[in-house]
């Protein structure tokens, strides 16, 4: 076996690119060049990338984009960056951006954890959310869930000084899970007090799939962590 497959790193997702309209398809082909970021750019300017200096938000694994839409229209004067693999999502969002004349969200449809340590200035970031993750609910699956403690430092170096990590999970072991490597973390609070979930915030969007959740009777856990170091 080649060394480097043998220590590849093993991904928190697999690409499900399900089936593109022919919206999607078309926004994806007319927008994505305008608003889309890949790993080739390198680094990111993000007064350049944004044409403006203002604070930034990343969103990790935006689903359909409609909580990352919502987020951007409710602060206009923020810029707001998000990422995911799944390209018809990527397309239903650039969609509606292009229909609701929405212009401070740009679009990455790399992995999160080489956008994160190969884009992201360190301390250049706000605030990163990370809502509804995949829970990898079989316990043989756990090592695939994305927040483990390498994940949460390599945020911790994204965030300025008070800067606010935000999670959110509809799966209980999963939030247990968050809760219980974020305690454990060097640099970061949680404003809530130790071991205490947080109330969902009025500024997190309410989406589809989380009310399709509550309606099956899951409950949502949310998550809120500061950099303090």
């Not at 969002?93 to 449809?109: G, P, W």
């Not at 200035?121 to 090592?143: E, I, M, Q, S």
């Not at 935000?166 to 809530?192: C, I, K, R």
Request: net charge positive; charged share 30%; proline share 6%.
């Amino acid at each position: 076996m080649p060394q480097q497959e043998k220590h590849r790193r093993i991904r928190s997702f697999v690409r499900r690119e399900g089936r593109l309209t022919k919206a999607q398809q078309r926004a994806l082909d007319e927008w994505l060049p305008r608003y889309g970021v890949s790993l080739a750019d390198g680094e990111l300017d993000f007064a350049r990338l944004f044409g403006r200096e203002a604070p930034v938000t990343l969103e990790i694994g935006f689903g359909n984009g409609d909580a990352l839409l919502a987020m951007a229209q409710a602060r206009p004067q923020e810029n707001f960056l998000g990422i995911e693999v799944h390209r018809p999502g990527v397309g239903n969002l650039l969609r509606k951006m292009a229909a609701e004349a929405v212009t401070n969200i740009r679009v990455s449809t790399d992995d999160a954890v080489e956008v994160l340590a190969r884009q992201i200035p360190d301390a250049g970031l706000r605030r990163v959310c990370l809502f509804f993750p995949d829970p990898w609910h079989k316990k043989r699956h756990h090592k695939r869930r994305i927040v483990q403690p390498d994940f949460v430092q390599l945020v911790r170096r994204k965030l300025e000084i008070g800067g606010e990590f935000h999670l959110a999970t509809d799966w209980e072991d999963y939030a247990q899970h968050m809760l219980a490597v974020l305690e454990a973390a060097d640099g970061f609070e949680n404003p809530s007090g130790k071991g205490a979930f947080a109330p969902r915030p009025d500024w997190r969007p309410r989406t589809r799939f989380e009310a399709r959740g509550e309606r099956l009777g899951h409950g949502v856990w949310d998550l809120h962590f500061r950099r303090t170091a």
